[in-house]
């Protein structure tokens, strides 16, 4: 499965299998594209951030999308991996147990994957912000659309760790997770 295959599953309402998470870290990708041409329309003259400064950026952006692309794919995994751990029998006491475990493990799964991709978006919205008002003027909506993206898909990955949370059972992992919740929001 590749991101089209994923972003088929967001469009298609009867699916249940791909959410918010895969859509989130897929508006950072596209915050990543309409910043990225921004940066390359800004090169022919110095609007605050150098020529060679807005190239470095649209690399970087190019980088950026690349991950979250996989990002989309790996989220619509991590919910697999916590479908399947509901999946698992309960029928003796050993086996619930290991359900049990499983579950916890799977919330971790569940919340790392967009914790990650909300990393890369909040860095494509900081990208963002930092053009507004140093970039190509006549591109100035598509970069406020580029960094509302951002803040959707930085946002969105947030929600979908907080969706999963209640599952992690290790402590440190809870506290990672939101101390990151505390960092990333914007």
Same mark, same amino acid.
């Given at each position: 499965m590749d991101y089209k295959d994923v972003l088929d599953l967001i469009l298609d309402s009867d699916d249940v299998t791909v959410g918010g998470g895969s859509a989130s870290a897929l508006s950072?990708?596209?915050? /990543? =594209? #309409? *910043? =990225?041409?921004? /940066?390359? #329309? %800004? *090169?022919?003259?110095?609007?605050?951030? %150098?020529?060679?400064?807005?190239?470095?950026?649209?690399?970087?952006? @190019? @980088?950026?999308? @690349?991950? #979250?692309l996989k990002g989309v794919v790996d989220d619509a995994n991590a919910y697999g991996v916590i479908r399947d751990a509901y999946k698992l029998p309960k029928e003796t006491e050993e086996e619930k147990e290991a359900r049990k475990q499983g579950i916890a493990n799977a919330g971790i799964i569940g919340a790392t994957t967009p914790l990650e991709n909300a990393k890369l978006c909040k860095k494509v919205y900081d990208i963002g912000v930092q053009l507004e008002g140093n970039s190509n003027p006549n591109c100035q909506s598509d970069l406020i659309i580029g960094y509302e993206l951002a803040k959707i898909g930085t946002n969105g990955c947030l929600m979908n760790i907080e969706a999963n949370l209640p599952l992690v059972k290790d402590k440190d992992k809870i506290k990672e997770f939101n101390n990151a919740l505390k960092n990333l929001k914007i």
């Amino acid at each position: 499965m590749d991101y089209k295959d994923v972003l088929d599953l967001i469009l298609d309402s009867d699916d249940v299998t791909v959410g918010g998470g895969s859509a989130s870290a897929l508006s950072g990708a596209l915050a /990543c =594209g #309409l *910043i =990225g041409m921004v /940066c390359k #329309l %800004s *090169i022919k003259k110095d609007f605050g951030i %150098s020529p060679e400064k807005q190239l470095e950026y649209a690399t970087e952006l @190019e @980088e950026i999308r @690349e991950k #979250l692309l996989k990002g989309v794919v790996d989220d619509a995994n991590a919910y697999g991996v916590i479908r399947d751990a509901y999946k698992l029998p309960k029928e003796t006491e050993e086996e619930k147990e290991a359900r049990k475990q499983g579950i916890a493990n799977a919330g971790i799964i569940g919340a790392t994957t967009p914790l990650e991709n909300a990393k890369l978006c909040k860095k494509v919205y900081d990208i963002g912000v930092q053009l507004e008002g140093n970039s190509n003027p006549n591109c100035q909506s598509d970069l406020i659309i580029g960094y509302e993206l951002a803040k959707i898909g930085t946002n969105g990955c947030l929600m979908n760790i907080e969706a999963n949370l209640p599952l992690v059972k290790d402590k440190d992992k809870i506290k990672e997770f939101n101390n990151a919740l505390k960092n990333l929001k914007i």
